[in-house]
């Protein structure tokens, strides 16, 4: 074979596995490791990801975590614990005589209550769902007596009843925007959640699109911007149930996204989170227990923890990765919820992630893509250093494509040297002095395995 070892740090091992090839060669790795104690979830991150939030999962005190200070039991009452982009501000809930109300959290255990749309509650009087990223504006649900709507609440004007779309429906805002002008949730219909934007104020349901083809329930999340919103329960019109998650944009409408295999009769699929620019959403899929999953527009849907195993990810021994909750603004960074071990509910964080992409379409994904720029399906590799043989002309190994390379391919044309049979057809002939020639004066790859 032409060529010996390359001036790389990875091992020549590539290990098939679900999704394509273990990377366990990056430079960064992805980690995990577990958030809080057992029974309680990560519900929120900062968009750098580096203050966490959650609550105990069965109703209870919230925490607030950071790499420094680690975990710190903030009181509260549990349910949607939300987190400002800069970290300063946690919403959430706290129980006032008996009854819940959404608050915000003043440091230590300490909170505000923000009371309630009406002077009776159901029994509760609100409940926080989301803070907006400027940490100004506060959305959930309030009541008026048993009739639940969403609200919105800032320190100027109290909370505010976003209303409904018709008599006897109700509301729900579970997310909103950084500036706090676009707010997103549900307003239902008799049998079903509809996902429903309030821009402004002014109510409307996501299907309202011209041209929409779909049914969408309720929406989970938005982008900054709040121009693409991302939720669960979604399906073709005559569907007889909605199972799968979607995301819609503004001008374009919604469009599904699937849901992952199995789950049973009554799988159903949500997004919960979504990257600053709407590329990534995350999210969990299934019946009674939901797996994590991720979704881009090249690689679709994917189990979340097929895709760390894949990565070459530690410490997943025992564990089931339930929904991923959260993200960082680049979608780096994510965290959730899960079984561990024990088979008890506990949060977790994962970090340093690979963009999700598929850049030759060739179904393996770019950090795990041995040429990522050109389709490989097999991910040949004969002389095992991370660069497939397709993209990977520099037969000397000295990181330039030059005429020594073109040298070695001559003294072996029309031979069945493997190094420099590049498009794996069994001999060296002209098709691979064309791949050499396209890449002349340049260097082999990209590849997802090379650092």
Not at 15 to 27: D, E, M
Not at 166 to 171: A, E, L, R, T, V
Request: charged residues 15%.
């Amino acid at each position: 074979m032409i060529g010996s070892g390359r001036r790389i740090t990875l091992s020549a091992a590539v290990l098939a596995v679900t999704l394509g090839v273990t990377n366990a060669y990056a430079a960064t790795p992805t980690t995990f490791e577990t958030i809080g104690p057992a029974n309680y979830e990560v519900t929120d991150m900062s968009a750098d990801g580096t203050v966490l939030v959650g609550t105990f999962s069965f109703g209870g005190p919230a925490f607030r975590w950071t790499r420094l200070g680690g975990v710190e039991f903030i009181g509260g009452n549990g349910g949607g614990i939300k987190i400002s982009a800069d970290g300063s501000v946690i919403s959430g809930n706290v129980d006032v005589n008996g009854h819940n109300e959404a608050a915000l959290w003043l440091g230590g255990e300490n909170w505000q209550p923000l009371g309630g749309l009406g002077t009776t509650g159901c029994p509760d009087f609100s409940s926080g769902y989301d803070v907006s990223g400027n940490g100004q504006v506060i959305v959930g649900l309030g009541w008026f007596g048993c009739g639940a709507h969403g609200f919105r609440w800032e320190q100027g004007t109290g909370m505010v009843d976003l209303g409904r779309l018709g008599p006897g429906s109700y509301s729900r805002a579970n997310a909103v925007n950084f500036d706090g002008s676009v707010i997103v949730g549900w307003d239902d219909s008799l049998f079903d959640r509809r996902g429903a934007r309030w821009v402004n104020g002014v109510e409307s349901l996501l299907a309202d699109v011209p041209g929409n083809e779909i049914y969408m329930g309720s929406a989970e999340a938005t982008t900054p911007d709040g121009l693409i919103v991302v939720g669960g329960e979604a399906g073709m019109p005559g569907d007889e149930i909605y199972e799968e998650a979607y995301i819609w944009t503004e001008g374009q409408g919604g469009k599904l996204i699937g849901k992952l295999p199995g789950g049973g009769a009554f799988a159903r699929a949500f997004a919960y989170a979504i990257s600053d620019d709407g590329s990534l959403v995350a999210g969990g899929s299934g019946g009674q227990f939901r797996l994590g999953f991720l979704w881009s527009a090249t690689t679709g849907m994917i189990n979340f923890q097929d895709y760390l195993l894949a990565l070459g990810v530690t410490g997943l021994d025992g564990w089931t990765l339930g929904n991923v909750r959260t993200m960082s603004a680049d979608g780096t960074k994510m965290a959730g919820w899960g079984v561990n071990p024990d088979g008890l509910l506990q949060g977790w964080l994962v970090e340093n992630l690979p963009a999700l992409a598929d850049t030759d379409l060739d179904s393996v994904f770019d950090a795990l893509d041995n040429c990522s720029e050109e389709a490989n399906v097999d991910q040949r590799d004969t002389n095992g250093d991370g660069f497939g043989n397709i993209c990977d002309p520099d037969l000397n190994n000295d990181g330039a494509i030059n005429v020594l390379d073109l040298g070695l391919m001559k003294a072996v044309f029309f031979s069945a040297d493997a190094d420099a049979d590049l498009d794996g057809d069994g001999v060296v002939n002209v098709v691979d002095l064309g791949i050499m020639k396209a890449r002349f004066f340049g260097e082999p790859g990209p590849s997802g395995l090379v650092q």
